[in-house]
Structures are given as structure tokens and as C-alpha cells.
């Protein structure tokens, strides 16, 4: 079993069940779970894997398969959900949503793709000294370029 919480610098819920997440990592010997977490800016692929749309997300992990936390977060109701085993209770994530499927390493690879894009913006713009416009008009460029490739 493994839990993980995703998780962004600036997110004010986030901040709010830090300490809480670091007890319940603490009682994870306990429990018989790994608990861990993920700064959603650093790894935007598991961001895309995860399907994160609301910040802080927490999944619990049983074999494979996927279940997602939305009950309270108090550290009591976090042990509760694993020791008395409430997460059979909830319905896995859908497989063509799961973590593992193909679709979502499909998605995992274009919020990587997002990242690439994002730091040669920032190349063109802090390196270069390109003015923002001239970076986007290079990007429209390279877009319609691969277009017309693509549809001859």
C-alpha cells in the first residue's frame, strides 16, 4: 500500500496539511504503507499522470490500483482510512484514467512537453534576449511549419 500527496509550493491548502502529512509519513512504519509526495512544479509528467486538477490531491495505491483520498485530512481520519481499511470502500480510479495506463502516459508526456516549451520560452526571452512577441511568433512559426509537414 502507498499513499501520495501532490502538492505545489505556493498553495495555501497545501501548506495547511503539511504538518499533518509528515506525522501521518511518520506513522506510515505503523500502518504498514509508504507515504510520500510530489511537488507538482518540479515533475509536471506525474502531474499529467495523476490527472492533478485541484491542489493538494492525495491517492491511495493497493495492488495497482488507484483510489482517490477525499475525506477529511486530520491526521486521525488518515489513519482511520488505512487501518480500517475504508479505501475498499472507495471506487477506484477508472482504467483508462489509471496512473498506469496508456492514456495517462500519453498525458504525462505533454505536460513534459508543456515544461520543454516553457524553458525554451524562457531561453529565447532571459538568454537571448528576445522580447516576449518574438518568442511567441517564433512558436506560431514552428507550429504552422509542422502543420503543413504533417498534412502533406
Not at 21 to 29: H, K, P, V
Not at 63 to 92: C, H, M, N
Not at 130 to 139: Q, R
Amino acid at each position: 500500500q502507498s499513499s501520495l500527496s501532490s502538492y505545489a509550493p505556493w498553495c495555501t491548502a497545501c501548506r495547511q496539511i503539511e504538518l499533518t502529512w509528515e506525522n501521518f509519513a511518520r506513522e506510515s512504519e505503523h500502518l504498514d504503507i509508504t507515504i510520500g509526495k510530489v511537488d507538482v512544479t518540479q515533475e509536471p509528467g506525474l502531474s499529467g499522470r495523476f490527472f492533478i486538477t485541484t491542489l493538494p490531491t492525495i491517492y491511495h495505491a493497493n495492488d495497482g490500483i488507484f483510489r482517490r483520498y477525499r475525506g477529511s485530512r486530520t491526521l486521525e481520519d488518515l489513519q482511520g482510512y488505512i487501518l480500517e481499511r475504508k479505501w475498499e470502500a472507495v471506487e477506484p480510479v477508472a482504467g483508462w484514467k489509471s496512473p498506469s495506463s496508456i492514456m495517462m502516459h500519453g498525458m504525462a508526456g505533454l505536460f513534459h512537453l508543456s515544461e520543454y516549451i516553457r524553458q525554451i520560452h524562457s531561453y529565447f526571452t532571459g538568454t537571448l534576449g528576445m522580447h516576449v512577441w518574438m518568442s511567441y511568433a517564433v512558436f506560431i512559426l514552428v507550429t504552422l511549419l509542422i502543420g503543413l509537414f504533417l498534412g502533406l
